[in-house]
C-alpha cells in the first residue's frame, strides 16, 4: 500500500513544482498539501474503504481548484493550465469513477460527478459518465431525460440527445415525461436553426453548404413525436400538456391547430378538453378603445368570460357528468375570488356562480365540497333562507355524510333554525355509527348553547344511552366525558361526582373519565383524599395492568400534603403484582427516580 501511496504523490511533483514555480503557492503550502493528500491517499487504499473517505478527498482536490483560480484572478496569471488544473482536474475524474463503481447505487453520487464536469468545463467527460451511469440505472426516466439535455444544452448535439431519448422510450414506452421533454427538445433544435438561417440571411451569407430542411425547420420533428406519443397514450391531460409546450414556440402555428383539432376530436368524452378549450377564450383578443378605461376593461373581462361560459355550457350538454360540472364550477368559484372594483362585475360572478352551483345540484352532480362553498357564498350575501335551503339539500344529497352534516348542523345553527333536535337525530340515524363521534359532539355543543340547564341534562344524558347502545366505543366514551364536564360545570362538584357514580360502572370506560374526576377533586377548596383513592383505585381496575403511570401518580398523592406516604409501600407491592410485561420494567425505573428525586412529585 505504501509504494502505491509513493508513487501517486510522486506522479503530482510535476504541478505542484509548477505551482511553486510560477508564485500561485508558496513552499511551506505545497509542503502542506503534500502532507495532506498523503493522509487522504492512505485512506483510500485501506482494506475497508468509506464512501466518506472518497468525498472527503474529491472535495479537498476541489478546494485546491477553487484556491488556484482566486490565485490567478490576483495575480493575472492565466498560463500552464494544462500543467496545473488539468492534471488536478483529471485526478478528481478518476476518484469519481473509483467512487461511483464501488458504490453504484448512490445516483447523487453520480450526480455529483457530473455537476463537477460541468462546472470544470470537462464537458466531454459528461457523456462518459452518463452513460455509465445509465447502464446501471436504466429504470429511472429522469436520468435519461437529463442524459439527453446535457447533450443538447452542454455539447450541443441535438443528434445524441435525439438518441437517448429514443433509447429511454424502449425501456419506458410509455412515460409521460419522457415523451413531454423529447418533444420540447425537437422543438427546441427547430428553433435553433431557425435562429441560424436568420443569422446567416442578415449576414449575406451563401446558404449553399448549409442543409436547413423545410421539413425540419416548420417542426415535423415534433410532429412525429406528438404522433407516436399520443398512439400510446391516448389521454386528454397528456395532449393537453404537448399543446402547451408547443405554444411556447412561435413557430408551431399549424401543429398547435392540429393538436387541438385533435383533441377537440378524440378527447370530447373528457371534461379536461372542455375545460381547456373553455378557459382558451380568456386569451382571446378585446378591443383596443374599450380597454383605455377600467370600466371598459371589466366589459372586456365579461365578455371573455362569458365566452368560456358559453364552451362550459356546451360541455355539460354534451358531457352530463360530475366532472364536467366540477370543472364549470371550478372556474367560476376562480373568478368570483378575483378582486374587482366594478360591483356590476362582482355581482354577476356571483350570479353565474350560484346559478351553476343549483344547475348541478338539480342534476344530482354537485360534489361533496361544493356545498360548503355555496353557504359561503350565500352567508356572505346575506342569504339566511337560501343558506337553510342548501344546508337540507346537501344533507338530502349526501344523507351518509358526517362532514356534509356537520357543515349543513353548523350552518343552520349559525342562523337559529328552529328544529336543530330532530335534524341531529336524523343525521344520526343515516351516517355510520363508527364515524358519528363529530355529530354527538356537536350536539352537546349545541345543547349547552341554546338549551335550559334541564333540557341540557335530558340532552346529554340521552346521547350517553344512545352512544353505549350504538356500540361504538369512541362516542360512548366521549359522551361521558362530555357529560361529566357539563355537570361540574353548570351544577357544580355534588352534580359531578353523582354523574361520575352513576356512569363509572358502564362500559367501555375511558382513563380520562376518571382522570378528569380527579382533577375535579383536586380543583375543591377542600379536596378529600378518600375520594381521590376511590377514584384512583377505580380506575386501576380498568387499567392498573398495563398503565404504570397511574400507580406512580397514585404513589405521588400519598407522598403529598393530603396523604399517607406510609401507604406507598403497599401501592407499590401491588404495582408489582398487578403490571405486566414492559411496564413492570418502565414502573421500576420510575419508582426508582421519584425515590432519589430525579421525578418531580405532583401535589
Not at 464501488?102 to 462546472?119: G, N, T, Y
Not at 398547435?256 to 375545460?275: F, G, H, P, V
Not at 349559525?414 to 351516517?431: E, K, N, P, Y
Request: proline share 2%; glycine share 4%.
Amino acid at each position: 500500500m505504501a509504494e502505491v501511496v509513493q508513487h501517486r504523490i510522486e506522479e503530482r511533483i510535476p504541478e505542484l513544482e509548477q505551482l511553486e514555480r510560477v508564485g500561485l503557492f508558496t513552499k511551506k503550502e505545497v509542503k502542506s498539501i503534500v502532507k495532506r493528500v498523503t493522509a487522504l491517499e492512505y485512506k483510500l487504499h485501506r482494506l475497508i474503504v468509506n464512501k466518506e473517505d472518497f468525498i472527503a478527498y474529491i472535495q479537498y482536490e476541489i478546494n485546491v481548484l477553487e484556491l488556484i483560480k482566486k490565485r490567478r484572478a490576483h495575480i493575472h496569471y492565466q498560463f500552464k493550465r494544462e500543467e496545473i488544473e488539468f492534471p488536478i482536474i483529471h485526478r478528481i475524474n478518476s476518484i469519481f469513477r473509483r467512487a461511483t463503481n464501488k458504490w453504484k447505487d448512490d445516483v447523487q453520487l453520480w450526480l455529483s460527478h457530473v455537476a463537477f464536469c460541468k462546472k470544470w468545463a470537462t464537458k466531454g467527460q459528461i457523456s462518459k459518465v452518463f452513460s455509465a451511469l445509465l447502464a446501471v440505472h436504466p429504470d429511472k426516466p429522469a436520468l435519461w431525460i437529463m442524459a439527453a439535455k446535457s447533450e443538447l444544452e452542454d455539447r450541443n448535439s441535438s443528434e445524441s440527445a435525439r438518441h437517448l431519448f429514443l433509447r429511454a422510450l424502449r425501456f419506458h414506452p410509455n412515460n409521460k415525461k419522457v415523451y413531454q421533454e423529447y418533444f420540447r427538445m425537437e422543438l427546441l433544435h427547430c428553433e435553433k436553426l431557425r435562429k441560424q438561417k436568420q443569422e446567416l440571411e442578415k449576414a449575406d451569407m451563401d446558404l449553399g453548404e448549409y442543409e436547413f430542411s423545410p421539413e425540419i425547420l416548420s417542426g415535423k420533428l415534433a410532429e412525429v413525436v406528438y404522433k407516436d406519443a399520443t398512439g400510446k397514450i391516448k389521454e386528454a391531460e397528456f395532449v393537453i400538456s404537448l399543446l402547451n409546450i408547443a405554444t411556447i414556440f412561435d413557430f408551431t402555428k399549424d401543429l398547435q391547430d392540429s393538436i387541438l383539432k385533435d383533441l377537440q376530436t378524440n378527447y370530447k368524452e373528457d371534461s379536461l378538453t372542455w375545460d381547456f378549450m373553455a378557459k382558451r377564450e380568456l386569451e382571446a383578443p378585446g378591443a383596443g378603445e374599450e380597454l383605455r378605461s377600467a370600466k371598459g376593461r371589466a366589459s372586456d373581462i365579461n365578455r371573455r368570460e362569458e365566452h368560456c361560459c358559453q364552451v362550459y355550457e356546451e360541455g355539460v350538454k354534451n358531457l352530463n357528468t360530475e366532472a364536467m360540472w366540477t370543472s364549470y364550477l371550478a372556474f367560476c368559484m376562480e373568478r368570483v375570488k378575483r378582486k374587482t372594483n366594478i360591483q356590476e362585475l362582482k355581482e354577476k360572478r356571483q350570479e353565474r356562480l350560484l346559478t351553476v352551483l343549483q344547475r348541478a345540484h338539480d342534476s344530482s352532480l354537485l360534489k361533496e365540497d361544493n356545498y360548503k362553498n355555496w353557504l359561503q357564498v350565500l352567508l356572505s350575501s346575506g342569504d339566511a333562507e337560501g343558506a337553510a335551503r342548501v344546508a337540507l339539500a346537501a344533507t338530502q344529497r349526501y344523507s351518509q355524510s358526517v362532514p356534509v352534516w356537520s357543515l349543513s348542523l353548523q350552518t343552520l345553527m349559525h342562523l337559529g333554525s328552529g328544529d336543530i333536535g330532530r335534524l341531529f337525530q336524523d343525521a344520526l340515524t343515516h351516517v355510520n355509527p363508527k364515524e358519528s363521534l363529530p355529530l354527538w359532539q356537536l350536539q352537546v355543543q349545541w345543547s349547552v348553547a341554546n338549551q335550559s340547564p334541564e333540557e341540557t341534562e335530558v340532552c346529554s344524558l340521552v346521547c350517553s344511552q344512545r352512544g353505549l347502545l350504538s356500540a361504538v366505543a369512541a362516542v360512548a366514551m366521549e359522551m361521558k366525558e362530555c357529560y361529566l364536564d357539563w355537570s361540574y360545570s353548570t351544577r357544580g362538584y355534588k352534580k359531578a361526582r353523582k354523574t361520575f357514580t352513576s356512569l363509572q360502572n358502564n362500559r367501555p370506560l375511558s382513563k380520562a373519565f376518571f382522570t378528569r374526576m380527579i382533577e375535579i377533586e383536586k380543583e375543591q377548596e377542600n379536596p378529600k383524599m378518600n375520594n381521590l383513592r376511590e377514584y384512583y383505585e377505580r380506575v386501576l381496575e380498568e387499567f392498573g395492568t398495563s398503565d404504570d403511570d397511574l400507580w406512580l401518580q397514585y404513589i405521588q398523592e400519598e407522598l403529598g400534603p393530603l396523604g399517607q406516604p406510609e401507604n406507598c409501600g403497599k401501592i407499590h407491592w401491588r404495582a408489582m403484582k398487578f403490571l405486566e410485561g414492559e411496564s413492570v420494567e418502565r414502573f421500576t425505573s420510575k419508582y426508582t427516580l421519584l425515590q432519589t428525586g430525579h421525578l418531580l412529585r405532583s401535589n
